[in-house]
Every structure is written in C-alpha cells, then in structure tokens.
T-cell receptor, first 115, second 112 residues
Framework: NAGVTQTPKFQVLKTGQSMTLQCAQD?????MYWYRQDPGMGLRLIYY???????DKGEVPNGYNVSRLNKREFSLRLESAAPSQTSVYFC??????????????FGQGTRLTVV | QKEVEQDPGPLSVPEGAIVSLNCTYS??????FMWYRQYSRKGPELLMY??SSGNKEDGRFTAQVDKSSKYISLFIRDSQPSDSATYLC????????????WGAGTKLIIKP
C-alpha cells in the first residue's frame, strides 16, 4: 500500500538550475498539495490542486510552477533554483476537496539543497 | 506575530509520564483543529482532530480546544518511547478548506 510517493528523496542543485519534483498517489484522492517545511516555520502551502484539471496558488507560490498531470500525479517545478528554496518539500493528497476533517496523507518528503 | 504559535521544544519526559502539548492562535474564526505527528525524516500523519470547542479522546490521546482562550492542547497518557516525534497543530479557516494554518511543531522526547 504505497499511499503518496515522492521522487527524488534527496537532491542538490546549483543556483539557477531547474528540476521537477514528482508526486503520485494511489488512493484515488481528488485533491493534491505541495508544501515546504523549514525550521521554525511550520508547513507552508505552495500550490494545490482541488481536482484534476485545476491548480491554485497557496501561501508561497513564487519561484514554483505545478502540473496536475492526471488524477494520480502532481508535479512541482523549480525553473531557476535559488538558495532560499533549500527546504524539505512534501506532497500530500486528500479525498474530498480539501475537507480538513478527512486530513491529508503525506509523502516522505524531498530534501532539496540549493548551493 | 504568527497566526499559530507552538513551542518548538524539545520537551523531554520519562516514559509513563503525562505529556501536554499546546498551541495558541489568534484567529477566532478557525473551525477545525488538528494534531499531526511527524517522525524524523517522515511526512506528517493525522493523529486526531476536533471541531469547534470541547474534548475528544482516542486511546491514550486527548485533544482539547478552548476557543475562549484561543488555546488547544494534546494530552498523551502513559507516554511511550514510540511517541517520540514532532507534533504539529493545524487549523482551518472558514473561508478555505485547502489552506491549513500550521504551527511550527513541538519536538517530544520520551526517555525509557
């Protein structure tokens, strides 16, 4: 039972490089999310996709783009990485349009370092 | 000032102790109050939630919301070393079901 799978688990980028973080869920959830987690800051929402075919900005979208490829997959792209984007990135999914009662299921995270 | 404040800890207690973890918040419109547990190098997992005020119990865990004081608590009875983790509180504003507001987390260490 895989749940939410993120790739890669670790990545080191040079400033200015681009990369795409991949996320896939096998729970048939409608909504998917990308968060970043920094020390002392808690989780901050970057982008979310309420349902297949829609994406919306969260709290900290600058420097990122997303694609909801299909119901299972939601990718996050950094076009020109900056040291400020060094963080742990989490993908999550939930069943009913972000209903907080049902909670979100998280992947194991991608640890990204930009040098 | 952050909307949700949480002491980062670490909070270190002996096995078997009662643990109290807390969050304060500033937005009186928050409706759902959630507690997530995050083990080292893992993603958060939903532990329990409450709606509006009151208490909710699940095994050794009790979640409490005091809306008049804008204060929520998670109590862990008979704490075990396996409870060692970071505990994150999260809250939902009424105008968005997608954007939870998160505390920064409290690191809990249960000493055998």
């Amino acid at each position: 039972n895989a749940g939410v799978t993120q790739t890669p688990k670790f990545q080191v980028l040079k400033t200015g490089q681009s990369m795409t973080l991949q996320c896939a869920q096998d729970m048939n959830h409608n909504s998917m999310y990308w968060y970043r987690q920094d020390p002392g800051m808690g989780l901050r929402l970057i982008y979310y996709s309420a349902s297949e075919g829609t994406t919306d900005k969260g709290e900290v979208p600058n420097g990122y783009n997303v694609s909801r490829l299909n119901k299972r997959e939601f990718s996050l792209r950094l076009e020109s990485a900056a040291p400020s984007q060094t963080s742990v990135y989490f993908c999550a999914s939930s069943e009913h349009g972000g209903d907080p009662v049902l909670g979100a299921f998280f992947g194991q995270g991608t640890r990204l370092t930009v040098v | 000032q952050k909307e949700v404040e949480q002491d980062p800890g670490p909070l270190s207690v002996p096995e078997g102790a009662i643990v109290s973890l807390n969050c304060t918040y500033s937005n009186s419109a928050f409706q759902y109050f959630m507690w997530y547990r995050q083990y080292s190098r893992k993603g958060p997992e939903l532990l329990m939630y409450t709606y509006s005020s009151g208490n909710k119990e699940d095994g050794r865990f009790t979640a409490q919301v005091d809306k008049s004081s804008k204060y929520i608590s998670l109590f862990i009875r008979d704490s075990q070393p396996s409870d060692s983790a970071t505990y994150l509180c999260a809250m939902s504003p009424p105008d968005s079901n997608y954007q939870l507001i998160w505390g920064a987390g409290t690191k809990l260490i249960i000493k055998p």
